[in-house]
């Protein structure tokens, strides 16, 4: 497909249970994004990716979450030992280039996100 | 840091009618881009449209235009000739031109009745 796709689109988890969370960004694109979603709730960013190296994890709630890019291209969101708090849904997006000249615009076009719910 | 700030939770437009959802930002950066989404109930967010703060006209796209006033730190969006489509939930979103990161307003919801 032409877009940002995401998988699973649903995930229901016991609290305690690892989740891992994949983004497919759009083809040849460099920067990939993800955002955290709570309900009601505009984007948070989570973490940065330029190419295969993570440039920007500031975002990141806690050590239980780690991203990784490794071939540059498919990003997995981890979530280790999920807490109830974790739910929400999560959103990956990507960018052709990387940062943007003055007055210039780089879109970040979205994927659908999974929505996460943590019992 | 930058704010967002999109006071209105709801909004309530009839078909074939112009709806006009507010949003404010604050930032100390002489150089930003606007941008607006849209998330539908299936949860993607669709990119509507761009302003950039040294832009001198207000964007287009379609039935969507950006009313920009850089004094006022005002990005207001213009959804003309309503669709039931429309129906949506709608986010304000700013970035600096150096910077990657989008900061989200809360969002507004619009509801299009028939």
């Known amino acids: 497909g032409a877009g940002v796709s995401q998988s699973p689109r649903y995930k229901v988890a016991k609290r305690g249970q690892d989740v891992a969370l994949r983004c497919d960004p759009i083809?040849?694109?460099?920067?990939l994004f993800w955002y955290q979603q709570a309900l009601g709730q505009g984007p948070e960013f989570l973490t940065y990716f330029q190419n295969e190296a993570q440039l920007d994890k500031s975002g990141l709630p806690s050590d239980r979450f780690f991203a990784e890019r490794p071939e540059g291209s498919v990003s997995t969101l981890k979530i280790q030992r999920t807490q109830q708090e974790d739910s929400a849904v999560y959103l990956c997006?990507?960018?052709?280039?990387?940062?943007?000249?003055?007055?210039?615009?780089?879109?970040?076009?979205f994927g659908p996100g999974t929505r996460l719910l943590v019992l | 840091a930058q704010k967002i700030t999109q006071t209105q939770p709801g909004m309530f437009v009839q078909e074939k009618e112009a709806v006009t959802l507010d949003c404010t930002y604050d930032?100390?950066?002489?150089?930003?881009?606007l941008f607006w989404y849209k998330q539908p109930s299936s949860g993607e967010m669709i990119f509507l449209i761009y302003q950039g703060s040294y832009d001198q006209q207000n964007a287009t796209e379609g039935r969507y235009s950006l009313n920009f006033q850089k004094a006022r730190k005002s990005a207001n969006l213009v959804i003309s000739a309503s669709q039931l489509g429309d129906s949506a939930m709608y986010f304000c979103a700013m970035r600096p031109a150096d910077d990657y990161k989008l900061s989200f307003g809360a969002g507004t919801t619009v509801t299009v009745r028939a």
């Open positions: 930032t100390s950066d002489p150089s930003y881009g």
């Open positions: 997006a990507s960018t052709l280039g990387t940062f943007i000249s003055r007055g210039g615009q780089e879109t970040q076009y």
């Open positions: 083809s040849g694109h460099v920067s």
